[in-house]
T-cell receptor
Framework: DAGVIQSPRHEVTEMGQEVTLRCKPI?????LFWYRQTMMRGLELLIYFNNNVPIDDSGMPEDRFSAKMPNASFSTLKIQPSEPRDSAVYFC??????????????FGPGTRLTVL | AQKITQTQPGMFVQEKEAVTLDCTYD???????LFWYKQPSSGEMIFLIYQGSYDQQNATEGRYSLNFQKARKSANLVISASQLGDSAMYFC??????????????FGSGTRLSIRP
């Protein structure tokens, strides 16, 4: 089985440009999470979805960030306009459910974003 | 509010020794789950072990075990017989209300473990 797939793996862009990060969760998983990791702030939860519905977006830093999940197999995280302080590794993770061992989150390889 | 604290930013351990990585948590929810993840230099996040708040026994997975002390709100990771490949960042994480659809997971700041040959 393929794990969580993220694209692109690396993105270099200029300040002010729109950036779209993509994620394909593991088939059958009901939960999808977007995280951002930086040296200064560690691993932060940005938003998560349950059955394609956003449940908690309190971690989204500002209105420049938006996330969608149009179907069970695809999600996007968009930054418009991007700023240098958005440079980070963005992880997508999915999990099958909420009980017992199903609590495990499976992480994608991450997208390393650099905004110049 | 829930909180995860990892007080050891970095540790050095001799190969083949056991190592304990500390994690304390704070929550008012009686139901929660605790996780440990490993992040090697390649960047991926690897799930290691899970402990539910109602689990009667400490979780074990191969060389990994979780020393769960509920009254002290600690969930230390123990790695037995450390190997060079264990060098990585280790994150402790917690999910409140794991049986609710409206729960989220938060991560500690991590501990960088370095194994000396």
């Amino acid at each position: 089985d393929a794990g969580v797939i993220q694209s692109p793996r690396h993105e270099v862009t200029e300040m002010g440009q729109e950036v779209t990060l993509r994620c394909k969760p593991i088939s059958g998983h009901d939960y999808l999470f977007w995280y951002r990791q930086t040296m200064m702030r560690g691993l932060e939860l940005l938003i998560y979805f349950n059955n394609n519905v956003p449940i908690d977006d309190s971690g989204m830093p500002e209105d420049r960030f938006s996330a969608k999940m149009p179907n069970a197999s695809f999600s996007t995280l968009k930054i418009q306009p991007s700023e240098p302080r958005d440079s980070a590794v963005y992880f997508c993770a999915s999990s099958p459910g909420t009980s017992g061992s199903n609590n495990e989150q499976f992480f994608g390889p991450g997208t390393r974003l650099t905004v110049l | 509010a829930q909180k995860i604290t990892q007080t050891q930013p970095g540790m050095f351990v001799q190969e083949k020794e056991a190592v304990t990585l500390d994690c304390t948590y704070d929550t008012s929810d009686p139901s929660y789950g605790l996780f440990w993840y490993k992040q090697p230099s390649s960047g991926e996040m690897i799930f290691l072990i899970y402990q539910g708040s109602y689990d009667q026994q400490n979780a074990t997975e191969g060389r990994y075990s979780l020393n769960f002390q509920k009254a002290r709100k600690s969930a230390n990771l123990v790695i037995s017989a450390s190997q060079l490949g264990d060098s990585a960042m280790y994150f402790c994480a917690m999910r409140e209300s794991p049986y609710s659809s409206a729960s989220k997971i938060i991560f500690g700041s991590g501990t960088r473990l370095s194994i000396r040959p």
